[in-house]
């Protein structure tokens, strides 16, 4: 219980990564330029929403995001043409902030580039399957540890799980710990579901 208190009760619980956030997002890109540009944009919006003290959305939404790494706009009247900005947006300070973000981007060289992320695809029935069982697991795990499972892991980590990709946020620091663990322990076989007639809910069997 101690454990469990000190999770729920630590900020740090609730902190993300800058620089991973991107990973929440679906993202349509075929290109890891692309990639490149919406996690650098995505990493500048979670520090300007924290230093403004806003919802992310408040600054920019997802939507716009997407946009602007297709379009990578490196001038005010080429932001012009996304569609989910406003007129002349590439000319106030955060429209300036964004397309210093793009050139640093498209200066990267390819090195830096997030290697471990693929276009995203149709799941097969598998993966389906796949994806509603790590479901449960997050769902078990967060009841234990009284942390909502959302917090854990998002869908889309889930569905990079099930396609083989281990690279994702809830694969790391105390999330590894209460969930990437078991799912690691699930893909080895080592790990099962089964019903507890008494409690009349789902449990954990490590075997």
């Known amino acids: 219980m101690a454990q469990e208190l000190e999770i729920q009760n ?9 620089n991973e956030v991107w990973h929440k997002v679906k993202i349509p890109f075929k290109k890891q330029i692309q990639t490149h540009i919406f ?33 990578a706009p490196t001038t005010a009247d080429e932001m012009d043409k ?19 973000v793009i050139q640093k981007a498209l200066s990267d060289p390819p090195e ?23 479901r449960l697991l997050l769902s078990i795990q967060g009841a234990a540890f009284e942390v909502a499972p959302r917090i854990i892991a998002s869908t889309d980590d889930l569905q990079q799980l099930a396609c083989g990709n281990n690279d994702v946020m809830c694969m790391k620091g105390w999330r590894r710990e209460i969930f990437g663990e078991k799912v690691l322990l699930f893909k080895q076989g080592k790990l099962s579901f089964r019903f507890n007639p008494n409690t009349r809910k789902p449990e954990l069997k490590e075997d």
């Open 39 to 71: 996690s650098k944009l995505c990493a500048w919006r979670e520090r300007t929403a924290k230093t403004k003290n806003r919802p992310r959305k408040y600054i920019l939404k997802d939507d716009a995001l997407i946009e602007l790494a297709i379009i």
């Open 112 to 134: 830096m580039y997030p290697q471990n992320w693929k276009p995203p695809k149709s799941l097969t029935a598998t993966q389906h399957t796949l994806v509603d069982l790590y």
């Open 10 to 18: 630590n900020p740090r619980t609730y902190e993300t990564d800058d």
């Open 82 to 100: 996304c569609r989910n900005l406003s007129k002349g947006f590439g000319k106030n300070s955060l429209g300036v902030e964004i397309l210093d």
